[in-house]
């Protein structure tokens, strides 16, 4: 059961907003998220980071959408976990499928990216996800666990109890076409099994898993509702204040 586990709502916006859309956003989000009981996590554009982290205050946990997975170096055009931190971000998401796909980002990649956040404590969450041929093939939980168990080789039992983790199947992403609450629970429930055998079961009952794709303001209660769903990341809805909110106070009158 994740009654222990906090609800965490988190937005992607992915290339979009500049500095001032993205602070007139939170100055118009804050007064209307302020009764949820929801964790509200919100993963800017790198040149919005400082701005979006001064203007949340301690009501929104701010990230950032990739790291370099070196600590410093000469890496033209690359932004290092260090300088997340200093920005004052707090998380950062990983292993997004279109960082998989369209920037070729291997498991061991994304693996040296954890320990680059884990390095800064940076809180990283992890995107897992089978695409619609692998789960037509009736690989999804082959490729669910490959990818947990590459992407989070050498982490430690105690760097575990602060990850996140968000199953994005990439069929879902930017589709419309949202996962039902049965593939998600069977997902969710596979990828728990798989955390169980990397951390033992006390840390894996603790770490929470999202779910990610075509999340919307219409879906977003039935999501929340599951008690396999610990939160979700949400893309193009995060992008308006409107859905945005109304996603996070489902939280303050559900479970
Ligand atoms: P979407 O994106 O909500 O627009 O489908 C989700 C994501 O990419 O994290």
């Not at 916006?13 to 302020?34: D, G, N, S, Y």
């Not at 976990?81 to 200093?86: E, F, L, P, Q």
């Not at 050498?154 to 609450?181: C, F, H, R």
């Amino acid at each position: 059961m994740p009654t222990s586990r906090l609800v965490i709502i988190a937005g992607n916006w992915k290339m979009h907003k500049t500095i001032t859309e993205a602070v007139v956003f939170v100055q118009e989000l804050l007064p209307l998220i302020r009764n949820t009981t929801a964790k509200v996590y919100l993963a800017v554009p790198f040149t919005c980071l400082r701005a979006v982290a001064a203007a949340s205050g301690s009501a929104i946990t701010v990230g950032a959408q990739n790291i370099h997975e070196d600590q410093m170096g000469a890496f033209t055009g690359e932004i290092s976990a260090r300088m997340v931190k200093d920005t004052g971000a707090r998380f950062v998401i990983l292993g997004h499928s279109e960082r998989r796909r369209l920037f070729h980002e291997s498991d061991g990649v994304i693996n040296q990216k954890i320990h680059s956040a884990y390095r800064e404590e940076l809180q990283p969450l992890l995107c897992i996800g089978e695409t619609h041929e692998e789960r037509h093939k009736g690989e999804s939980h082959a490729v669910l666990k490959r990818q947990l168990v590459a992407g989070l080789k050498d982490v430690t039992p105690q760097q575990a109890e602060n990850l996140i983790l968000a199953y994005e199947p990439v069929w879902a992403i930017g589709t419309k076409e949202t996962a039902t609450t049965a593939i998600i629970d069977e997902a969710h429930g596979a990828c728990r099994q798989v955390l169980k055998e990397l951390f033992g079961d006390p840390i894996a009952n603790q770490i929470p898993i999202l779910y990610g794709g075509s999340v919307t303001a219409e879906n977003g209660k039935t999501l929340i509702d599951d008690a396999e769903i610990d939160g979700v990341l949400v893309g193009g809805a995060s992008l308006s204040v409107k859905s945005f909110s109304q996603i996070v106070n489902y939280q303050s009158n559900s479970r």
